[in-house]
């Protein structure tokens, strides 16, 4: 078979799940009509794939665009059929995901997300979150996740750059990627130089959203599906303690610590069920995985 074939049917097997997974997001509420899910090239790591539509309005090659990881520019010759993405506008907010992906080798997939569940959490006035896992599949978030106020960073900024809460310079988005600050482990079946990674989970931005990232596209749908509901279950919790005596008891450090490692990712029935949602939901349509195609008849 032709090698050439091959890797084409791999990128748009790809291209498939990434529209799949916005429009997972946007069902769940995770996406509205602003933030992005992007994902590493699996055959040039120095590039991403992403859309900067809205995400139920993604649907074909033709929504997606593809980025250099190195600066956020686009890539000059994308895959066949994808836009041509010009130079940024004054509201791309593509930084927020080239940034993790050159700090962060290891990374696979990113979201950037205006999610209203969780913009309460990044809020207060400390550089720790007030949120915390708060049910079993949360563990991962950990305790204290940081919070990037982009006020203390206009001031390397001309001063015509306007104070917008955006992350739309380079800037911006590589101070972005170290509020998640680095480690290192090793990876002993592929080879055994370190793959750095985040050590946080997710960090959340002051009066506009947070960004999350996993080692697989299918796990970062997980983790941001399980943020916006560990926020409502924080949110209600929070509101049932100020109309009583109640007491909120958290996840203990340990227990985080052990459901991240036994329990907090995307088992394929988890994705299957979430594909199985968008497909019958009548709301989507994917053209590489045949949403909204005409029923097959049988002659």
Known sequence: MDPDIDSDNEIDQ???HLITAFHILHQHQVL???????VRNPQDPSTFFTSNLPAILVSSKKDLSQWNVADGSPVDDPYPELAKASEHSAVSEIFAHSSIYKAY????????????????????????????PSYLMAGFIGYSPPIFDIARYYVNLPASHPRNLLINTQY???ELAMTLHRSQREEPRRHNTPTVLPEQKAVFI?????????????D??????????????????????????????????QEAVDCELTIN???????????????RSGMYRNELDGYGAAPRTEK
Do not use: F
């Open 220 to 253: 970062v749908v997980w983790r941001a599906v399980h943020i916006r509901r560990d926020a409502d279950i924080q949110t209600t919790a929070m509101t049932q303690r100020d109309n009583s005596e109640l007491e909120i008891v958290y996840l203990t450090e």
């Open 172 to 174: 911006l988005g590589d």
């Open 14 to 16: 790809v291209l498939s």
């Open 32 to 38: 509205d009509e602003d933030g992005q899910v992007s």
């Open 206 to 218: 002051r009066g506009h959203g947070y960004a999350t990232w996993a080692e697989s596209l299918e």
């Open 265 to 279: 990712h995307a088992e394929q029935k988890h994705w299957l069920s979430w594909v199985a949602q968008v497909d």
């Open 105 to 132: 080798p290891g990374v696979q997939s990113v979201l950037h997300s205006h999610c209203a569940s969780a913009i309460a959490y990044g809020l207060c006035s400390s550089w720790n979150s007030m949120l915390q």
